[in-house]
C-alpha cells in the first residue's frame, strides 16, 4: 500500500502540484497584484528576497521563497551553478567537485512537490546495489547491501558472531532515526529548544556521552566490523572516534533508504534545481560574486557586487558560513560570531582530490569503493591533526561503470578523494602534493589490479589549498564546522541568524549540519523562517509530505 501511494502521488499528486503552483505562482508571485506587505495585509509590493550561493541549500532556497510568493534573485560566484555540488567538465570526462553519494532522495522530491514539481520528471535516479565495496588492505572486502540477509552474510566473512546483531543493529537505528528526524526539521534557537517533547522524547536514543565507535562496541567486537557500519562519520568530515552516536542513523539512511546515483551525478540534481527555479521566475546570476553585505544598522538591506547594488527585504547566505561572514560582514556587525570566535571553532577534516579520465573499462572496480587502511585509527588521528596520513584511507569512484554518460567510449572517469588534515595543521601542499599523488595513485592502481598511470588521459588535482582559493572554503575544511557536541544544534550558527536581523543561514555550516539531506532540511528551516517573518502569502504552504518509501 505504501509503494502504491507513493506511485499515485508521483503519477498524479504532482501533476495537479504543477499547475496548483503555476496558478500560485501567476497569482501571488512576479507580478505581486496579490502580495503582502509584511503587516498581513494584500496589495504591497512584492517582497524581495536575495540568496547567496547557488549550493543545494541556496537553490533549495530560492525555490521555496519564489513558491511562498518572494521575487527571488539568486546570486552565484561561479559560472554554473552547484558550489561543491557543482561539476568538472574535461576532455569529455564529467566529474562531481564534492559529493557523490546520493542519499534519502525522499527530501528533495518533498521540496520539488511543495513548489509544483516532480523531482522524478526531472533527475533520473539509479538503485546501487550493492551500494559500495568496503575493501579492506588485507584483501577482505564486504560488499554493502540494503537486503538484511545478504549483508549479513557479508558480515559473517569477517565476524560471523558479530554478524548475528546487524539486523539489531539496523533496527536500532531505524528507531533512532525516526526519533531524531523532526528535531532535523526545526531551528534550534536556544537552550528552550532542547526541553521541547521531541527532544526529550529522543534522547535516551541519543547517548551523547557516547562517539559512533563507543555505540558501535554495544553491537560488535570486531574492530572490522565497527569500521564497516562507522566510516559514514566522514561524510560529516569527522573521525568515529570523535563523533557524537547520534549519526549512526546515517547508517540507517544508508541501508534503509538506499544509496542512489543521479544520471550524470550528483551535479544534475543542482543543474535540477537551477532549471526548475529559472522556470518559477527566480533570477539567477551567474558569476556574479557578492563583495559585501549591504547594512543599515544591524540589519541586512541587500548586497553589493561588482555590478551594482541589489535590495532585498531578507538575505539567504549559502555561501561558507565561515569565509563569508569574515570577507562580506565586518566584524563589528558581529557580536556573537566574530572573527575570533569562529576562527576558534573546531572544523571538519578536509580532502586531497584526484579526478582522472582514464582509458579502458575497469571491471574490478565498483561504482563506489571504500579502501581502508592498514591502520585506520592511525589513519584518522593523523588527519585530527591536521596533516596527511601517511596510509591513506582512499574513496574511488567508478560511476562510469553505471552511467557511460560520464566518459568517452572504451574509457572511465574515476573520482579518487583521501581524507587529509585541512589547512590549521600547517602542511605545505605545493610540496607534499606531487608525492602524495604517487601514494594515492599506488592505492588506486592495486584495486584496479594494474598500474593506471600509462592510462590516464586527462587529470585534475584538488588540494586543502585549492578548496580554499577555488571554492571559497574557509581553512579548506570541505565539510564546514566540525559536528562536535559543542558545535550542534543551538551552538552552531543559527539558521535565523542570530548577529544581524533579516539573514538566514542553510548550508552545512548552520543547522542541523552537513551533507546533502541536512543541508536540504536547512533550506527548508530557513525559507519557513524568511516567509514567515517577511509576510509572504505561501509562508504556511512550504511543507510537503509525501509517502516514505523505505527500501525493500
Partial sequence: MRAFGAVFSRAFGTVFLRAFGTVFSRAFGATGGLSMDGTGNFGGAPKRVLVIGAGPGGLATAMLLRAAGAEVTLLEKEDQPGGRTGAIRQDGFTFDIGPTFFLYPEIPREIFAACGYDFDAEVDLIRLDPMYRLQFDDGRAIDATADVARLTEQVAKIDAEDAKNVAGYLEANRAKFEAF??????????????????????????????????????????????????????????????????????????????????????????????????????????????ERLKLEGRRAVGAVTARGEHDADAVVMNADFAHAMTTLVPDAARKRWTDKRIASKSYSCSTFMLYLGVEGDLPDMQHHTIAFSNDYQRNVAEIDAGKAPVEPTIYVQNASRTDPTLAP?????????????????????????????????????????????????????????????????????????????????????????????????????????????????SARIAARLCAGDIGLPGAGELTTTLPMEAAE
Wanted: with cysteine.
Fill in 181 to 290: 528526524r523532526p528535531i532535523l526539521q526545526r531551528p534550534f534557537e536556544g537552550l528552550g529548544d532542547l526541553m521541547k517533547p521531541d527532544m526529550i522524547r529522543a534522547l535516551p536514543k541519543f547517548r551523547p556521552w557516547a562517539t559512533v565507535d563507543g555505540e558501535l562496541h554495544r553491537w560488535f567486537r570486531n574492530p572490522d566490523v565497527r569500521v564497516a557500519f562507522s566510516f559514514q562519520s566522514k561524510y560529516l568530515g569527522m573521525s568515529p572516534f570523535k563523533c557524537p552516536s547520534l549519526f549512526t542513523i546515517i547508517a540507517h539512511v544508508e541501508y534503509g533508504f538506499g544509496v542512489w546515483h543521479p544520471r550524470g551525478g550528483c551535479n544534475a540534481i543542482t543543474a535540477a534545481m537551477a532549471r526548475v527555479a529559472r522556470r518559477m521566475g527566480v533570477d539567477i546570476r551567474l558569476s556574479e560574486p557578492v
Fill in 409 to 521: 567510449e572504451g574509457h572511465s572517469a574515476l573520482y579518487v578523494l583521501a581524507p587529509v588534515g585541512n589547512l590549521t595543521g600547517g602542511e605545505d601542499w605545493a610540496a607534499l602534493a606531487p608525492a602524495y599523488r604517487e601514494k594515492i595513485l599506488d592505492r588506486v592502481s592495486k584495486l584496479a589490479g594494474r598500474d593506471i598511470r600509462p592510462a590516464i588521459r586527462t587529470e585534475i588535482m584538488y588540494t586543502p589549498d585549492d578548496w580554499r582559493s577555488k571554492l571559497a572554503v574557509y581553512n579548506g575544511a570541505t565539510f564546514n564546522l566540525a559536528h562536535n557536541l559543542g558545535q550542534m544544534l543551538h551552538y552552531r550558527p543559527r539558521n535565523r541568524f542570530e548577529d544581524i536581523d533579516g539573514v538566514y543561514l542553510t548550508g552545512g555550516g548552520t543547522h542541523p549540519g552537513s551533507g546533502l539531506p541536512t543541508i536540504f532540511e
